[in-house]
């Protein structure tokens, strides 16, 4: 059974920083591309990142290009993201997801989940 469970999100003051992790399990992690992507409340699930295989390849949206960075521990089965310079913007819930194909993540598509981590920006 596959699991990808995050942790690390709170409630955070604008322009500070919070680190999520995903952990996963019941996979061969090294093949999988991994994602975070974030809902805010009334919105659509948007995409904010992702990784390649081994972790040579990201990309992000626009809106946090600069202030997130994305990285993974093979060796742990692990993917973060650092987040710095918070806007309340940011205030989400964050989600990871891992797929065979770099090229989905990008498109929103993923064929494993986590159950998400709320995140919380004040002004």
């Known amino acids: 059974q596959v699991q990808l469970i995050e942790s690390g999100g709170g409630l955070v003051q604008a322009g500070g920083s919070l680190r999520l992790s995903c952990a996963a399990s019941?996979?061969?992690?090294?093949?999988?591309?991994m994602g975070w992507f974030r809902q805010a409340p009334g919105k659509e699930r948007e995409f904010v990142a992702r990784i390649s295989l081994s972790g040579d390849t990201t990309s992000y949206a626009d809106s946090v290009k600069g202030r997130f960075t994305i990285s993974r521990d093979n060796a742990k089965n692990t993917v973060y993201l650092q987040m710095n310079s918070l806007k309340p913007e940011d205030t989400a819930v964050y989600y990871c997801a891992s797929d065979g194909s770099f090229n989905r993540l990008a498109l929103g598509s993923a064929v494993y989940w986590g159950q998400g981590t709320q995140v919380t920006v004040s002004s």
């Open positions: 019941g996979l061969t992690f090294s093949r999988y591309h």
